[in-house]
């Protein structure tokens, strides 16, 4: 069985500062790894993913990822946020050859002025 | 443009009325799936389909059934709606097979709320 953790239901941050939204996993193998973003009243999109190859991953609007194997986690990292990152982002996992992805909880980041 | 369309976008309903949320994709992908969000609860998927007439239960199915006769739909269909099914719905396609073009990405609807009176 897979699983996904993202341990806050909600991140504060103030414009400008950095920002990490933690995921730890549990899957066997080398797992895919992603990132969605949610905007109010959207569906998700792609942010970011993780197939092989260099463990910091960069993806749209600014945001990038760390794979880090021996802690099994895949953080969410932004060197300065902006209010228009306000969302609900969620991690998600997917063993190779199964093509179902596991979602986390997801993780409200609110990102004050 | 590559995209998953989900209609409608917004219903409201009565207990017991037969309801169809239909999901389309352009982007030929074999692998199709349905979720609900409800708040606290994350995306939990309802039945997903690996190719066409080859569907299968998620965590969810209980009060739901998918058909897929064509590649590109994925209809959800609620046979007697319970208000306990009042909720935010995503269709979601991706790539599927041993291809090293697939790495199980997925591409989301915009959703569809319902709401069973």
């Known amino acids: 069985?897979?699983?996904?953790?993202?341990?806050?239901?909600?991140?504060?941050?103030?414009?400008?500062?950095?920002?990490?939204?933690?995921?730890?996993?549990?899957?066997?193998?080398?797992?895919?790894?992603?990132?969605?973003?949610?905007?109010?009243?959207?569906?998700?999109?792609?942010?970011?993913k993780y197939i092989t190859g260099d463990n910091l991953v960069k993806g749209s609007y600014g945001f990038e990822a760390e794979f880090n194997k021996s802690q099994t986690s895949f953080h969410l990292k932004k060197p300065s946020a902006l209010v228009s990152d306000s969302a609900l982002y969620f991690c998600a996992v997917v063993r190779?050859?199964?093509?179902?992805?596991?979602?986390?909880?997801?993780?409200?980041?609110?990102?004050?002025p | 443009e590559a995209q998953v369309t989900q209609n409608p976008r917004y219903l409201i309903t009565v207990t017991g009325k037969k309801l169809t949320v239909t999901c389309s994709q352009n982007m030929n992908h074999e692998y199709m799936s349905w979720y609900r969000q409800d708040p606290g609860l994350g995306l939990r998927q309802?039945?997903?389909?690996?190719?066409?007439?080859?569907?299968?239960?998620?965590d969810v199915p209980e009060g739901y059934k998918v058909s897929r006769k064509e590649k590109r739909n994925f209809p959800l269909i609620l046979e007697s709606p319970s208000p306990n099914q009042t909720s935010l719905y995503f269709c979601a396609s991706s790539l599927a097979g041993d291809s090293s073009r697939n790495t199980g990405e997925l591409f989301f609807g915009e959703g569809s709320r319902l709401t069973v009176l």
């Open chain 2, 46 to 58: 309802i039945y997903y389909s690996m190719n066409v007439e080859v569907t299968d239960k998620g």
């Open chain 1, 96 to 112: 190779r050859g199964s093509y179902i992805p596991t979602f986390g909880r997801g993780t409200s980041l609110i990102v004050h």
């Open chain 1, 1 to 48: 069985a897979q699983s996904v953790a993202q341990p806050e239901d909600q991140v504060n941050v103030a414009e400008g500062n950095p920002l990490t939204v933690k995921c730890t996993y549990s899957v066997s193998g080398n797992p895919y790894l992603f990132w969605y973003v949610q905007y109010p009243n959207r569906g998700l999109q792609f942010l970011l």
